[in-house]
């Protein structure tokens, strides 16, 4: 019986399954190396004998959405930047060492939920920053993130929320965001998506209050489809029903399609604090929990002013 494809695969067709394998095989043959397929990745050996293991998410969904020809390029860049990680990593580890020599290269990066089962996650600073996503802590080395390690932190003098507030503020002044509407001429209530150059627009979501007017007492509906955009909605009136609706359907999209995928959920920003908006999908139609603070504050907010 033929094994089942690997998690990381299920959002892939049996074609292109079979197809990244031999790009993958044929990539790391021109390094000398061999792989195995894990459910979590690749577990690869060296031509040092060196087993090194990788997650494969992002690759299988840049792989995917790639035009045909432009695959194999795909790959071997992949596989081009895995192989040589492996010095470098040593490399930006031995720098973690001096926490005034990384400093200003402290950030952090969002994740879905499932990257706790990325290999080494055990040994990374990870935490849970709401209901529904991940947060890792890196080094920014320019064309090269690395993972901070429990012994570097360790190493530091700085709590874990030290380093979370020093990740954000360099974020703040090294990734500048901007905010623009959907486009005029689209239906529906507004919506407004915060975009930016680099990889941390999504880490702005944990600290919105840089960006939103914190003076709106409802509060926010944002959405963290991926790694480089976050889509958000001002709650006035009763139009939020319909904007949660438009939301999760784009982030489910943008989810699916886009490689550095962080959520298809929805959370409420409110008073300074993110939380995962608790819903369920029934057919093609959101369904919202509004028995829990979320329905509290907006629900009953939004039938106090019709009732005013």
Not at 211 to 223: C, E, K, N, Q
Not at 236 to 265: I, T
Request: hydrophobic fraction near 40%.
């Amino acid at each position: 019986m033929q094994k089942p494809p690997p998690s990381w695969a299920a959002r892939m067709s049996v074609s292109d399954y079979g197809e990244l394998l031999r790009e993958l095989r044929a990539a790391l043959a021109r390094h000398r190396a061999t792989f195995r397929v894990t459910d979590e990745g690749l577990l690869v050996t060296e031509a040092d004998g060196a087993e090194e293991k990788y997650g494969l998410d992002n690759l299988s969904r840049e792989f995917t959405s790639a035009r045909r020809a432009a695959r194999r390029k795909v790959v071997q860049s992949y596989v081009d930047a895995l192989v040589g990680s492996r010095r470098r990593v040593e490399a930006c580890l031995e720098q973690m060492k001096d926490l005034d020599k990384v400093r200003p290269r402290v950030k952090l990066r969002l994740h879905p939920p499932s990257h706790v089962h990325q290999p080494g996650i055990d040994h990374i600073v990870h935490w849970t920053p709401t209901e529904g996503l991940v947060a890792t802590l890196v080094c920014d080395f320019d064309s090269f993130n690395c993972s901070v390690p429990d012994s570097a932190l360790a190493g530091w003098a700085l709590s874990r929320d030290e380093a979370v507030a020093l990740a954000l503020e360099n974020i703040a002044a090294q990734d500048p965001v901007e905010v623009a509407p959907t486009p005029s001429g689209t239906p529906g209530p507004p919506l407004y998506v915060i975009h930016g150059p680099g990889s941390y627009t999504a880490s702005h979501a944990l600290m919105l209050d840089r960006i939103l007017d914190g003076a709106r007492p409802l509060g926010f509906i944002v959405a963290i489809p991926t790694r480089d955009a976050l889509i958000y909605h001002p709650i006035r009136d009763a139009s939020v029903q319909e904007a949660m609706q438009l939301m999760f359907m784009m982030a489910e999209r943008f989810y699916e399609d886009g490689a550095g995928a962080v959520s298809k959920e929805l959370f409420w920003w409110h008073r300074g604090k993110l939380s995962r908006i608790p819903t369920a999908r029934i057919g093609e139609r959101l369904v919202i929990d509004g028995t829990g603070e979320f329905g509290d504050v907006v629900y009953r907010g939004l039938a106090r002013q019709q009732v005013n």
